[in-house]
């Protein structure tokens, strides 16, 4: 009987893909020596509450390019959750599809430690995020708490690879820097060959400040009660948008960040409601969508037994097709009709494949 093939997962956002990304692709065939590298990724949103600076076609096809072998969907309505909803699923997924290891970067190449939370703090008003001993980590280190909590909940072997970049360095002077100061860099008209391998200057790009008016609208039409049901929602953190829904984006979600709200809070709770996921739409998974493959994924796929979660390479099958079609056309709203109709029938049709 011919030997199964090994996989190993890695879960991401490439807000773009990077350098540092590379390294990370490359180091964990290294350590892992898997068959078969499978990513799980954010789609057209991430975890910030932000807009993908790339559509997620763009950047499955460079995964791909870079080495990984398969590339399945984070459900936007995960994607756009706390710190720990967000790494449970993203692991979950990759545990229905026959992962033995995970791996991601870290600031110190340790694996971190369960947090703890000073109750103090928490009466005082702060946030979980705030009151917890990985408040001083940067941000991936803070999702690799809960990664590795995920992996021991199934059986899987957390590995840490150590990152070669601060996660808030906003210098491009060396070939590796953070994806954040890629986009500022970027937007600013800098050079940003050496950092990448995209060539950012021919691709479509997404920024918050372009949904401005489109919050802007909605919180100045949709009555507080109505707000309330959507998911994030809690505290009355509507009452305090609608008050200042006068304000620049920029200015509101400042204005609106404290130590009970952390920005990236904030901004999620605000695409929440633009993209109106109301509580009720939190399911359990029942599908995992296929968002790219070459060779080795394909093949990986078809030895995937019975017992673990059907996966679909068909939009029309897909169990959060109506949520991820209202995504895109969300999404796109700042952009031309050529960019709408060609997102919005990638949606529905595209499944990108390697040979």
Same mark, same amino acid.
Request: glycine share 4%; hydrophobic share 35%; charged share 20%.
């Given at each position: 009987? @011919?030997?199964?093939?090994?996989?190993?997962?890695?879960?991401?956002?490439?807000?773009?893909?990077?350098?540092?990304?590379?390294?990370?692709?490359?180091?964990?065939?290294?350590?892992? $020596?898997?068959?078969?590298?499978?990513?799980?990724?954010?789609?057209?949103?991430?975890?910030?509450?932000?807009?993908?600076?790339?559509? @997620?076609?763009? $950047?499955?096809?460079?995964?791909?390019?870079?080495?990984?072998?398969?590339?399945?969907?984070?459900?936007?309505?995960?994607?756009?959750?706390?710190?720990?909803?967000?790494?449970f699923?993203?692991?979950?997924?990759?545990? &229905?599809?026959?992962? %033995?290891?995970?791996?991601?970067?870290s600031?110190?190449?340790?694996?971190?430690?369960?947090? %703890?939370?000073?109750?103090?703090?928490?009466?005082?008003? +702060?946030?979980?995020? +705030?009151?917890s001993?990985?408040?001083?980590?940067?941000?991936?280190?803070?999702?690799?708490?809960?990664?590795? %909590?995920?992996?021991?909940?199934?059986?899987?072997?957390?590995?840490?690879?150590?990152?070669?970049?601060?996660y808030?360095?906003?210098?491009?002077?060396?070939?590796?820097?953070?994806?954040?100061?890629?986009?500022?860099?970027? %937007?600013?008209?800098?050079?940003?060959?050496?950092?990448?391998?995209?060539?950012?200057?021919t691709?479509?790009?997404y920024?918050?400040?372009?949904?401005?008016?489109?919050? &802007?609208?909605?919180?100045?039409?949709?009555?507080?009660?109505?707000?309330?049901?959507?998911?994030?929602?809690?505290?009355?953190?509507?009452?305090?948008?609608?008050?200042?829904?006068?304000?620049?984006?920029?200015?509101?979600?400042?204005?609106?960040?404290?130590? $009970?709200?952390? $920005?990236?809070?904030?901004?999620?709770?605000?695409?929440?409601?633009?993209?109106?996921?109301?509580?009720?739409?939190?399911?359990?998974?029942?599908?995992?969508?296929?968002?790219?493959?070459?060779?080795?994924?394909?093949?990986?796929?078809?030895?995937?037994s019975?017992?673990?979660?059907?996966?679909?390479?068909?939009?029309?099958?897909?169990q959060?097709?109506?949520?991820?079609?209202?995504?895109t056309?969300?999404?796109?709203?700042? @952009?031309?009709?050529?960019?709408?109709?060609?997102?919005?029938?990638?949606?529905?049709?595209?499944?990108?494949?390697?040979?």
């Amino acid at each position: 009987m @011919k030997n199964k093939l090994t996989a190993t997962g890695i879960i991401v956002e490439y807000n773009p893909l990077h350098n540092g990304h590379c390294y990370h692709i490359k180091k964990t065939r290294e350590i892992t $020596r898997c068959d078969v590298l499978i990513a799980v990724m954010s789609p057209n949103f991430v975890q910030r509450g932000e807009p993908a600076y790339l559509d @997620k076609w763009v $950047r499955t096809e460079a995964a791909l390019e870079s080495g990984v072998d398969l590339v399945l969907e984070l459900p936007t309505i995960y994607t756009l959750q706390s710190a720990d909803v967000f790494a449970f699923k993203a692991v979950e997924i990759l545990n &229905h599809v026959g992962i %033995q290891s995970l791996v991601f970067g870290s600031e110190s190449n340790v694996l971190p430690v369960k947090p %703890q939370f000073d109750k103090g703090l928490l009466k005082q008003g +702060h946030s979980f995020a +705030h009151a917890s001993n990985t408040s001083n980590h940067q941000s991936n280190d803070i999702l690799g708490v809960y990664y590795v %909590q995920a992996c021991q909940t199934y059986g899987i072997t957390p590995l840490t690879i150590l990152r070669t970049n601060n996660y808030h360095d906003q210098s491009i002077s060396t070939s590796i820097a953070s994806a954040s100061a890629i986009r500022k860099a970027h %937007q600013e008209g800098i050079s940003v060959s050496h950092t990448t391998p995209l060539d950012l200057n021919t691709l479509t790009n997404y920024q918050l400040k372009e949904y401005e008016p489109f919050i &802007h609208y909605l919180l100045s039409v949709q009555p507080s009660k109505t707000l309330s049901q959507n998911s994030l929602v809690s505290e009355g953190i509507q009452n305090l948008f609608i008050k200042h829904r006068h304000l620049p984006l920029d200015v509101l979600i400042e204005t609106c960040t404290s130590k $009970r709200y952390t $920005r990236s809070r904030v901004q999620r709770t605000l695409m929440n409601l633009l993209l109106n996921f109301t509580k009720d739409l939190e399911q359990p998974l029942e599908h995992v969508r296929v968002l790219g493959m070459n060779t080795k994924g394909k093949a990986y796929l078809r030895q995937l037994s019975d017992d673990e979660i059907p996966y679909t390479t068909q939009f029309k099958h897909y169990q959060f097709k109506e949520l991820e079609l209202r995504a895109t056309e969300v999404y796109t709203l700042p @952009k031309d009709e050529t960019i709408k109709k060609r997102l919005l029938k990638q949606e529905v049709s595209e499944l990108i494949i390697k040979t």
